[in-house]
Structures are given as C-alpha cells and as structure tokens.
C-alpha cells in the first residue's frame, strides 16, 4: 500500500468526521461558503465547464453562462457535504420518499428474464441513487470506475452498502461476459453514458457535438435483447425524483459499428432535455466530454465574480 494512498485517505476520513458532528444546517452552510470560495478563488476546471455549458447553451451570453456556472459551483460543494451523512434519518427518509416515475415500466421489463440496460448520466445526487436501490431492494449491478486509491475506492463501494446488499459492483475493467452474467441473472446493470472514451467510443452527436459515447450497453442489447431504458435522478421542491423510461429500439440484423453507433445516438440524446432543465445538477460538466485539450482562458470581471 503506497505511503500517498493512507495519507489521502486519512484526510478523507478526517473530513467525515469532522462532517458527522455538524447537524445539516450546518453543513449545508459550511459547504455553501466552501463553493463560494471556490468560485471565487478557485474555481476548479472551469475552462471545462464553461466549454460544455457553451455546447449545451449556445445562445446564452458570457455573463449568463458565468451567472449558471456559479450556481452550478454551489451546487456541487452542498451536494459533496451530504454524501458523507446519508446515513442520517434525514437523508435516509430523504432517499426512502423518493418520487419514482415509470416504476412499473421497469419491473415489467425485469419480468422478460433477460434483466435491463438501465442508461444513466452523472448526476449531483449519484450517491442517493445508487441508495435507493438498495433501499428498493431491486437486483442491480452497477459498473464504475474504481479510483486510483483502493482505501477510499473501499469505503464508497463499503458505505453505498449501508442500505443493503442489491447493489453489487462490476469494474469498467471486468469486460463483457461480467455484464452479460449480471443480466443472465434479471438485474438491473446500470451504465454511465456521459463519459468520453476516445478510440473506445461510438461516435455520436450530443448536443450538436460528436461525442465518444460508451458502447457496452449497444453491444449489450444486441447479444441479449434485454431491454434498454434512461434514468435520471434530479432534487426538485426539496424532493429526490428517478425517472425511468424504456428506450424504444428497433431490431438489427448484425452488430456493427452502424448499429452500435444508431442505438448509441438513441440512447444519449434523449438526455438532452434533462441536462437542459437542471443544468446545475450534471456532474459531468466538469468532465472533458467533446475536448481534451485546449481549452481557451476565462475572463471574468470584478462584477461577475461576485453578482
């Protein structure tokens, strides 16, 4: 175990601690002024998500990108701060009173046998939804990314089984006979759209823009023919929402890159609307979707920073 990794991690550990004994109000307060802060001094990989916000708004002008841009900084800070007490009574009935749409859509799929492509996009609140289905007590298998340190990688996959034991984990790295099992068995497999894979990707508009987008869960529907739906996950009126919804794909005689390619298209532009509406809420606006590089210097006035 690298020297770096029990140092990162013994820094993790003391900002839980420290978080756990506030109560909410406190955190939430904390962690506002933490974004404000950032906002203002430091505002982490904003060249990048002034980019990706130009590509979703075109028509907004500089100071109105820069007015979204701070919320979506505070946003990120106050969302950050309650990963950590989920476990709370407050939280948790936050999680147990979610507001479902298309439940039964999704359990109706499950009844095929063949379990369900369940599409996603990196969302603020994408620890309460990972809660929920365990909570739900739904069979589900999520692939992610581990993190490079395997202590903190351990304790995120350890606490999202504070609720329960549906939720399993698959590694990005442990190929496709892993997911086609998950889905022999009827779970749900969740895979994250929003991501830039280069060489590894499907090339596909996204708002306009060709993205890398993933193309497991394509190849997926066309060796197993499970059905294929969206899911979002938004906070809206105080209350967390997941919408479910099956994505109506046709059949395909072969699999290649055209067919992977179309069901990729179907799949991630109906993600379109919802980054438009809770533009604060997309995680990956700070990811380098449609760039890797050069990204132009952000110039921001006095009067932006702080109105």
């Known amino acids: 175990m690298k020297i770096k990794h029990k140092l990162e991690y013994s820094l993790l550990r003391s900002v839980i601690f420290f978080i756990n004994l506030l109560p909410v109000p ?8 933490i974004g404000y802060l950032a906002w203002v001094i430091f505002p982490f990989r904003i060249k990048v998500a002034y980019n990706n916000l130009s590509t979703v708004f075109p028509d907004l002008s500089h100071a109105e990108k820069l007015h979204l841009l701070r919320k979506v900084y505070l946003q990120f800070t106050r969302t ?3 990963v950590f007490i989920l476990h709370r009574n407050s939280l948790t009935r936050l999680v147990k009173n979610t507001r479902i749409t298309g439940r039964e859509k999704l359990d109706r799929a499950l009844q095929g046998g063949k379990g369900v492509i369940l599409t996603t996009i990196h969302a603020s609140w994408f620890e309460a939804y ?4 365990n909570i739900a007590n739904l069979p589900t ?3 992610y990314q581990k993190q490079s340190n395997p202590l903190s990688d351990d304790f995120f996959v350890r606490q999202r089984g504070h609720y329960g034991t549906s939720l399993t984990h698959l590694s990005s790295y442990d190929g496709m006979k892993a997911y086609e099992k998950a889905l022999l068995d009827n ?4 895979i994250s759209l929003d991501q830039s894979y280069t060489s590894r ?3 596909v508009p996204f708002f306009n823009r060709p993205l890398a987008c993933a193309k497991g869960a394509a190849i997926l529907y066309q060796r ?4 294929v739906f969206t899911s979002v996950y938004y906070m809206k009126d105080g209350e967390l929402h997941i919408d479910f919804e099956e994505v109506p794909l046709p059949h395909y005689d072969e699999i290649n890159d055209q067919s992977i390619i179309d069901i990729s298209s179907r799949c991630v532009r109906l993600y379109e609307p919802f980054i438009r ?5 997309w995680f990956s606006l700070f990811h380098r979707l449609w760039s890797k590089k050069d990204y132009p210097p952000i110039k921001r006035s006095i009067r932006q920073i702080f109105l």
Do not use: D, H, V
């Not at 990972?130 to 289905?133: G, K, Q, T, V």
């Open 224 to 227: 197993t023919g499970a059905p």
């Open 277 to 281: 509406a809770y533009p604060e809420q």
């Open 201 to 203: 990707g499907a090339s």
């Open 130 to 133: 990972f809660a929920w289905f």
């Open 26 to 33: 406190a955190i939430l307060a904390l962690c506002t002024i």
């Open 80 to 82: 950050f701060g309650l």
């Open 187 to 190: 779970r749900l497999l969740i």
């Open 141 to 143: 298998s999520l692939i």
